[in-house]
């Protein structure tokens, strides 16, 4: 079951995607072929609604394909339920989301420290620290999330992403809700981190500029995945 | 540890996130209320136990309506016993030109053999035991005798008494008497006298109601053999009462009265419940990306349930012991009312109450809040990049059940009894069916009406029929509030009104006792003489009924308490030629001139009761022979009437030469209380019974009772205010967008507002509409088929119920949902609803 992913982090194969919808089965993906080799970045581009995001949760495991498989830390999901899934993402995958999604009852610094300590990690606070530290935020450790800004709260959501030094981070439209010049910072940081710590990256974003910082570029539209230049 | 960390810590940032303040609150009540009925009962009965044998002043007690036989001191004393011989009746004492009846208790020197007395002789000072009764010539007297009778507590002490013929001095109060917790509920207040002036009072004749009780003790053996002589020797009416025979009477009574007030308690933790479950729903709603976050990171949801299980047992752990020390703190309220009632001087409660209400917080939380919360772990990761998955929801059933599970736990374990705890729940299960059905009637008829209102009406009934389950919820809820409080109300008043009200201004108000038949004729003189009329004197007999037929008459074989009771008791007997005029003969026929005399007549409800039918030969034990007669006819008897009447009748041939006491009732107008102390005086056996006076007092035991019960109701009440604020908070998010969009479309704060009110105050109008026509609905049916009365509807209490719960809704749910106007709309649009 784990020898097709070879070397590649994360890998689909023949992935295809169908929901019922109000109008009769409706294809989101169709048959996609992805591999994605350790401490790439991939940029995945396209319109809303043509199933980036889709693929996003089927590489990470978040949800079940109707066909295809899907490799991820060289296992194969397809065997794996739920819970399975859950304990192959712990501290070997990281998410950086569009809208932060940070835990608003809890610090800056217990919002790094939660995937440590979901982890398992004997002493977390260091690491949790230190990962602030990389993204500027030492002094912010304490804030809660409505304390700080729109790039203050993505920035935490990258620490928090690599502090447990996954191997492969996916990132939802990290900058679809800041503004340019913030944008531009987080993702500096986030490709620099990226370098430093050797993980994959798989990015999904409308911005061209963005993705023209990836070292590939896909192309997707209405469900079918192409390569772009 | 994982789980444990993250579960303290999680909840730790909740807590001061303010998302647990109002499951904390309605958990934090129930326990509260819980705890607070617990402490009193354990009080109360440890109060009890603490009197242990002393409960009766003795290792055994003779107890007889007759004077006890010479034999059975005489045999007690032979074996090395110590006794003491007791004598009790009510009796009417007078100060001056004040009269007040008393329970007379005659003690011999060496009284109490076990326990103390207890007396002071100052106001403020502390009591001391006092070695044995009052010596003769004194009385002592309970504090509360003093005020009655315009004594001043202490200085009234030192005053002179009249008890029938004989004069006794006031010397001391009585703080403790040790078997006075045999004898219950005390109406009138105790006065403890020498047995030694009981033959100068003139009051104990062979045909007064005393009881005597024989007292002994001493070593174990010879009270063992006491009783196996006393088991042979025993009179018919006697009984020998042993520690342990004494308590189930009282403890049967506290256990009663505190299992009524922990079921009732049980009613904050059902509303409580209802907020719980908002509660939880709504936290679920607010940590459903904070979880989907939790997957997306690795957390397994076997972790996510534990630390969810975890967070709520801490939570209701932390907020359990606080609800604990208040309910602990709140038992306090509940003795001061009622407390007196069962026992003096009542130990502090132990800390096993706590435990109950601790128990009980857990037992609700997770009954209630458990099953939305453990949907939490089964929301999808994929929630942490789409949104528009949505919460999951916990199927109701599910909720149902469990809630279901939890409060049937919940209400076996305090009632005490399966069978109980089924019905209890089955009335529960039904009102709150009639409730939730009546409320999405209402809330249906509001939505007919709502199209065709506008402005503000519409947006505001718009609001409530929307959000039909919450709104349904809230009404439900509310309504109970309303209703439990409003039945005391009904019970209380318009009950006693309604009986008062069926009483001729005429009736007798005055009963005249043990008059003795050298007295009658100079009675009906001094009657007449001082205008009060000729009322019919009767004769009274007492006797026991031995058998019905060839059947013994075994009070343990009814199951009806009250057939227990009556079975067991001496009836009052008497003899007439005519029936009483608010008597009615309803089967048989009643007897004429130169009829057979051994003929009974029975009152219909007691025929009923006993199983007495037309034709049956009863038997009685009268003055120390039996007496048998064929039941010939059944009477109806209007009680409230007043008169004086007698289950059982029989023609004069039958009865006519028993020993007789006679017995009368009068109306005594206003003004009168002379003539009646001059009465008291020239016949000083005779006593008169204040009716107006022994209600008064009924009323008052009542009212206590009744404020007891009401104290528990408000912490229903509150919980009532906590589902409406959970039903506020659980829509609160829903209005935030809603107001937003209405203020960004150019609706002025003022609409708003005006909406919200009538939103709020149209559901809190629903509310106590249903709440009192369910009061009112009980208290028709209670008076109609408990009480035999016609029940008057109030429509000061409709006034109170229906519009004081509109208004209190409105305002507090208008100010509850007053801050989403404040904040700027471009928050609310931001938050995207």
Redesign the interface.
Known sequence: MTKNSGTEVARAAGLGKEVEGPAGRLTILHALDLGVKPGEAVAILGASGSGK?TL??LL????QPSTGEVWLCGQALAGLG??GR????????G?V?QDF?L????TAL?NVL??L????VRAPEPIARSALGRVGLAERAGHYPRQLSGGEQQRVAIA?AFAPSPQILFA?EPTGNLDEETGGQVIDLLLGLRNAAGAALVLVTHDPRLAARCDRRLGMRAGRLEPLA | M?AW??AL??LG??W??G?LYLLAAALGLTVAAMTAVAAFGDRVESGMQRQGGELIAADLVVDDGYAIPPGFVERARALGLATATTLEFPSVILVGDATQLVQVKAVEAGYPLRGVLRVRSDARGEDAPAPSGPPPGEAWAEARLLPLLGLDDPAGLGAEIALGSTRLRLTQVLTQEPDRGASLIQLAPRLLVNAADIPASGLVTPVSRVRYRLLVAGDPGAVGAFRAWAGVQLPRNAQIIDPEHARPELAGAVAGATRFLRLASLVTLLVAGAAIALASRRLVERQT??V????????????LTRIFVLRLLALGLGVGLIGAGIGYGAQFGLVALIGDLFAQDLPPPSVAPLFLGLGTGLIALLGFALPPLVQLARV???R???RDLGTPRASVLGSVLAAGLALGLLVWWQAGEAQLAARVLAGVAATLLVLVGAALALIRLAAWVQPRTRGVWRLGLAGLTRRRAAAVLQIAGFGIGVLALLLLAVVRVDLLRAWQAGLPPDAPNRFLINIQPQDLDPLRAFLAGHGLGTPGVLPMIRGRLLRINDHSVDPDAYPDPRAQRLAAREFNLSHAEQPQRDNRVVAGRWWGPGDPADQFSVEEGLARTLGINLGDRLTFWVSGHEVKARVTSLRHVRWDSFNVNFFVVSPPGLLGSEATSHITSLHVPPGAEATMAELQRRFPAVTPLDVDALLGQVRSVMERGAAAVEYVFAFTLVAGLLVMLAGIQATLAQRRGEHAVLRALGARRRDLLAALAVEFTVAGLLAGLLGTACAELTGWMLAGQVFDLDFAFNPSLWALGVLGSAALIGLAGTLASYPLLVRPPLEGLRRGG
Do not use: K, Y
């Open positions: 995001s996003l949760g990470a495991g978040l949800d739920e819970d859950a304990a192959l993402r712990n501290g070997r995958v998410f989301f999604q835990l608003p009852t809890l217990e939660l995937p300590e979901l982890g398992g928090r939802d | 994982t960390r993250l810590r999680l940032r909740d001061r996130s998302e990306d904070a989907a976050v939790m997957r997306c990171l690795g957390a397994p949801r076997h972790l999808p990761p994929l942490a990049l789409r």
